[in-house]
């Protein structure tokens, strides 16, 4: 691997065998940093011949491959996302801006949230036609709303100008439909929200981060076999996604009241920085009446967000979106002894 690295000018090489027994097929491959030889990832997929079509196998294993290797969450942008963390934000290239932005969304902490929109806003300044980092940027704004970092609903109008003003140089950037959709979103507009949801899933199926969101919010706003269905599916493309993709199952769990399966999905969640993760385990530990460790858990969301009992409603529901699930939630705050 590293001399076929030096040969293309490539970082990372991925190879591998197939076998072939009786009616059994074995694909395995594997990643390679070319820099120093070290295997990043390596994987066996098995078919079964009398059962799959060439194109099937093909198919599937394309997917679940790129999604591991290359999603926003893949072992390459992982890998790199680490070096370029060690970097001034004003001289960052313009994929390296990117890797903040998805850096933001794994960790979910406010300086990693500025950092990415600092990035992002200086790489739009350079090239104002850069349809793919202005719909990012766009996506960040809506979400220093949604996040509760600023409560302004002028970001909105922000993000809605940069959202449409890439559509327009880009119909077809997933990015740019997604910042429109959560616009949608927050607006509580919802047919507009799954109208747009609908179109950027179609623009690409298999972009694991985007389709995590929309099936999050494509559940909250109701549509829920719907978002059951899509976080499902991104979750087995990659299974190295960040814990607020558990947030789908645990809404179903605690919907369903199956307070147990909501309280393993709620660990899952494990973003601690995140104001939703005390959150979720309050409210589900309220239901199970397990006060010990609910006190700690709130304990732990008043130290993220002291104003929670003024300020829980909104920011609650700008998740949650149905009053059905805001009040479900809030009954297991309250059960946990925090009133809101």
């Known amino acids: 691997p590293r001399g076929i690295g030096q040969e293309y000018q490539v970082r990372f090489v991925l190879d591998g065998t197939v076998r072939v027994r009786g009616q059994s097929l074995r694909i395995t491959a594997k990643l390679t940093d070319a820099l120093n030889g070290h295997q990043l990832w390596g994987e066996a997929h098995d078919f079964d011949l009398e059962t799959s079509t060439m194109k099937q ?4 294993l394309v997917a679940q491959v790129a999604a591991t290797i290359a999603d926003a969450y893949g072992i390459i942008p992982r890998a790199l996302t680490r070096e370029s963390m060690a970097q001034r934000s004003d001289s960052l290239s313009e994929y390296e801006a990117i890797l903040r932005y998805y850096h933001s969304f794994y960790v979910l902490t406010p300086d990693a949230h500025a ?12 090239d104002p036609n850069n349809a793919m980092a202005a719909g990012m940027l766009g996506d960040l704004v809506a979400a220093t709303y949604q996040y509760g970092y600023d409560d302004s609903e002028t970001l909105l109008d922000q993000a809605e100008e940069l959202g449409r003003r890439t559509v327009a140089l880009d119909p077809n950037c997933q990015p740019a439909r997604f910042t429109m959709a959560l616009v949608h979103f927050l607006r509580f507009q919802r047919s507009q929200f799954i109208s747009e949801a609908e179109i950027c899933i179609g623009l690409n199926p298999n972009h694991a981060l985007n389709c995590a969101g929309l099936a999050l919010h494509l559940y909250m706003a109701g549509a ?18 960040p814990g607020w993709y558990h947030l789908v199952p645990y809404m179903e769990a605690y919907r369903q009241g199956d307070y147990e399966t909501a309280l393993i999905e709620a660990r899952r969640f494990n ?11 309050i409210a589900v530990l309220g239901q199970l009446g397990r006060q010990e460790e609910a006190n700690q858990a709130i304990d732990e969301l008043l130290a993220l967000v002291p104003d929670f009992r003024t300020r ?9 979106y149905l009053d059905e699930h805001v009040e479900m939630l809030l009954d297991g705050l309250r059960k946990a002894g925090l009133d809101v």
């Open 115 to 126: 950092g990415a929109s600092e990035a992002l806003q200086r790489t739009v300044e350079r």
């Open 271 to 281: 973003i601690p920085a995140f104001h939703y993760d005390p959150i979720i385990r």
């Open 57 to 60: 196998i093909d198919d599937e």
């Open 312 to 320: 829980g409603r909104s920011l609650i529901r700008q998740f949650a």
């Open 224 to 241: 829920r076999e719907r978002g059951v269905e899509l976080m499902d599916r991104v979750m087995r493309l990659n299974p190295h996604h």
